[in-house]
């Protein structure tokens, strides 16, 4: 709403400042109608281009559509590194992976979830979705891969063990990131919750 308005106020401004140059030029100079209309015009293009709203992300400025353009296309980058996630755990035969890669998923699954519901925070998820999200697709295809190759050798053995470990670590990333969007939250949180404490020990201190 307040965009909006912001909006309304660049046009109007500009629409003002237009109609002014063309009231100095026609009726001040005498200059020719027509070209007062054209240079009148040409004014108003170029305020509103000047006073289009914009923002900066990662050290490059974006106009507010760009923005949430940007927005969009993160968010379909980070949905297709989760689908792909989700497909490879299907797959997955051993109980205790697919458990662990299961619950890997299902943060990834959160985390989505919020940005969409929170898109100012995408920015803030930058690293997770360009190196952490895609790292553990990436983790898990391969592990479908080794389980689909059906050999039993050492190396095999070592390589499923070895990634077992990697989603444990991964799932320890995706935990810190999802707390550091949420920070906010938790904090609003935590200072509800000593407000309440509060509040019940008056309650608790006029009774006595």
């Known amino acids: 709403m307040k965009q909006k308005k912001r909006e309304n106020l660049h046009i109007f401004a500009s629409a003002a400042a237009a109609f002014v ?5 026609f009726l001040g100079q005498g200059w020719n109608l027509v070209l007062c209309m054209i240079l009148a015009v040409l004014l108003y293009f ?42 490879a755990v299907k797959r997955i035969r051993d109980a205790g992976m697919k458990e662990k890669c299961r619950k890997l998923s299902d943060t990834a699954e959160g985390i989505l979830k919020y940005l969409e519901e929170n898109p100012q925070k995408v920015a803030e998820a930058r690293r997770y979705i360009d190196y952490y999200q895609e790292t553990a697709a990436n983790v898990l295809e391969h592990y479908i891969e080794l389980q689909e190759t ?34 906010d939250e938790l904090m609003s949180l935590e200072t509800d919750l000593d407000l309440l404490k509060q509040n019940l020990e008056s309650e608790r201190s006029l009774r006595l």
Do not use: W
Request: proline content about 1%; overall charge negative.
């Open 150 to 183: 059906k050999l039993q050798t050492e190396e095999i053995s070592r390589l499923k063990e070895s990634t077992e470990e990697t989603v444990g670590i991964l799932q320890d990333a995706f935990n810190l990131q999802f707390e550091k969007l949420m920070q």
């Open 21 to 25: 140059v063309f009231c100095l030029l």
């Open 46 to 87: 170029a305020l509103l281009l000047l006073f289009k709203p914009s923002v900066r992300i990662g050290g490059v400025i974006f106009s507010q559509e760009e923005k949430g353009e940007h927005f969009q296309n993160r968010l379909g980058e980070a949905g297709e590194d989760y689908l792909r996630m989700e497909k």
